[in-house]
T-cell receptor, first 116, second 112 residues
Framework: GAGVSQSPSNKVTEKGKDVELRCDPI?????LYWYRQSLGQGLEFLIY????????KSGLPSDRFSAERTGGSVSTLTIQRTQQEDSAVYLC??????????????FGPGTRLTVL | GQQLNQSPQSMFIQEGEDVSMNCTSS?????WLWYKQEPGEGPVLLIA?????ELTSNGRLTAQFGITRKDSFLNISASIPSDVGIYFC????????????FGTGTRLTIIP
């Protein structure tokens, strides 16, 4: 498939444990975004990557959240010492970034995180 | 984080009816987008609007970019069962990082 893929699709963890969420963007897309969607809410921006750099991390809710991207492709979002309020769907999107302002983001199916 | 005001929150309509939803913001955007999300899936782009005042159609969907750049609406004509889902508006101001600010969503349910 040529779309954005995310893994795992579901993750249940205990409070205090660390989790890693993975995003595989569309091949050739240089821009990558992470969003969080809490139950019944819209999407909340977390972080933006251009290549392997993250020029905008303004949406990360606390220092327990971090993300990296390697090889200009796969990205990992890590949440340390998870709390119950971290429970949400974490969505990844990628964009070609050849024509700023007119090429749009394509979203993956998300990872549903439940912290018990 | 910031979210756009989207209304209505939910709609229950009969097949064949027309649907209208809108989104407002306290700040201006250079782009308005409308997405649809179905259970277990990520949002899928329906319509993109790039100019204030622009009216764009995609099949039975029509969306407009408000002239003040602070609002947008989406209309769906002659609804069908596969229109069921959650519709989100999204705005973008910065052409640099292109991050999106999303509305709170409108859940559309079609009554048989």
């Amino acid at each position: 498939g040529a779309g954005v893929s995310q893994s795992p699709s579901n993750k249940v963890t205990e409070k205090g444990k660390d989790v890693e969420l993975r995003c595989d963007p569309i091949s050739g897309h240089t821009a990558l975004y992470w969003y969080r969607q809490s139950l019944g809410q819209g999407l909340e921006f977390l972080i933006y990557f251009q290549g392997n750099s993250a020029p905008d991390k303004s949406g990360l809710p606390s220092d327990r959240f971090s993300a990296e991207r390697t090889g200009g492709s796969v990205s990992t979002l890590t949440i340390q010492r998870t709390q119950q309020e971290d429970s949400a769907v974490y969505l990844c999107a990628s964009r070609l970034n050849e024509r700023p302002g007119t090429d749009e983001q394509f979203f993956g199916p998300g990872t549903r995180l439940t912290v018990l | 984080g910031q979210q756009l005001n989207q209304s209505p929150q939910s709609m229950f309509i009969q097949e064949g009816e027309d649907v209208s939803m809108n989104c407002t913001s306290s700040s201006i955007f250079n782009t308005w987008l409308w997405y649809k999300q179905e259970p277990g899936e990520g949002p899928v782009l329906l319509i993109a609007l790039y100019k204030a005042g622009e009216l764009t159609s995609n099949g039975r969907l029509t969306a407009q970019f408000g002239i003040t750049r602070k609002d947008s609406f989406l209309n769906i004509s002659a609804s069908i069962p596969s229109d069921v889902g959650i519709y989100f508006c999204a705005g973008r101001y910065n052409f640099g990082n292109e991050k999106l600010t999303f509305g709170t969503g409108t859940r559309l349910t079609i009554i048989p």
